[in-house]
């Protein structure tokens, strides 16, 4: 039996940082015309090597490329699936005045198929940037998306009359053949970022799932099944996480609840080698569900929030690390911010010297807490 892959250290992130203006810029200019994907990626380069310079120079370890190159953490990357099709979000105002993004729809129309290398040369150019000692990390969506929005309906039937086992095979070994081009550039993280987990933990989401025809108490383990599926096909030495995202837009969340609906399914099921869990406020309950963590797996406790720029202050996040380690040994545990910086382009309400003095608090904590 091979031994589970470590994280690079007992802090990290989860991977978006806020955009810098020019970038923004240059995007809009791509979006009219102006200049060339070829010109855009150049200025993207950029940006990219700017914000490694950045995560090193406050300490990380895992080094992501702050999802420069993408509008939103799910579409970018599930568009160049075969077989897929996602429209592109809409911002509603709120009575208010506050935003939220409406979900974006993602139909299955076709098989699900791996048709091109999608991160591959995004990793390369990050690898290229990341100093020795340091780890290279790539954030890709989680397969569930696939599912949990539309449910049955939002899959085609033409294509998969049933589900079981045709579609969740088809999306694993599309999966696959992606970690399996990541690896062979040699990425050895990778961290998929799960909405649906999370939002199973929330009273109204979960009725939600219940309109759409699916059982919001089975749906977990369905899913933790789907999961292994993916994972039976990772190369070996590869660290596979999942971040469970209770939604990030413009400093904003989509979903509240404990997380024990899930819990079992997500931590004992699943074979995965860490999990990011938000547990920046009160919407995330009590830190009980870490009873389900098996050994050999890591649970990085999300207690920095990247919302809003007040600072925690270290003996509250050392506080409440010795509260979880009541339920899961403290060697088990890990420190991190809540979520990105950044989950979409539009960025969170935080400025950029907030974001530095998170991470860095993050680190400090980390380092007197685990040494």
Sequence with gaps: ???????????????SFLRPAYLLEAREQKAKGIISAEALRQVEDKAIAEIVQFQQSVGLKS??????????????????????????PVTIVKPDGTQELAPPVMRVVDKVRHVRDIQRADY????????AGNTPKVTIPSPTMLHFRGGRAGISREAYPELEPAFY??????????????????????QMDDTNLAYLCDEKMREAARQRGDDPNELPHRYAHFINRVVAQKPPGMLLAMHLCRGNFKSTHAAAGNYEPVAEALLSEMDLDAYFLEYDDDRSGDFKPLRHLPKGKTVVLGLVTTKFGE?????????????????????????????????????????????????????????EVWG
């Design 311 to 367: 600072m925690e202050s270290k003996d509250d996040l050392k506080r409440r690390i010795d509260q979880a380690a009541q339920y899961a040994p403290l060697e088990q545990l890990a420190l991190s911010p809540q979520c990105g910086f950044s989950s979409t382009v539009h960025g969170n309400n935080i400025a950029v010297e907030a974001q530095r003095a998170k991470l860095r608090l993050v680190v400090e904590t980390a380092q």
């Design 1 to 15: 039996m091979t031994a589970t892959p470590r994280l690079p250290a007992r802090f990290d992130h989860v991977g």
């Design 63 to 88: 080094i992501t490329d702050g999802e420069f190159r993408r509008t939103y953490f799910h579409i970018d990357f599930l568009d160049q699936l075969g077989g897929v099709k996602t429209d592109v």
């Design 124 to 131: 390369e150019f990050l690898a290229s940037q990341v100093a």
């Design 169 to 190: 095979e088809d999306v694993a070994e599309a999966y696959g053949d992606e970690l399996r081009s990541l690896y062979a550039a040699g990425c050895r993280y990778v």
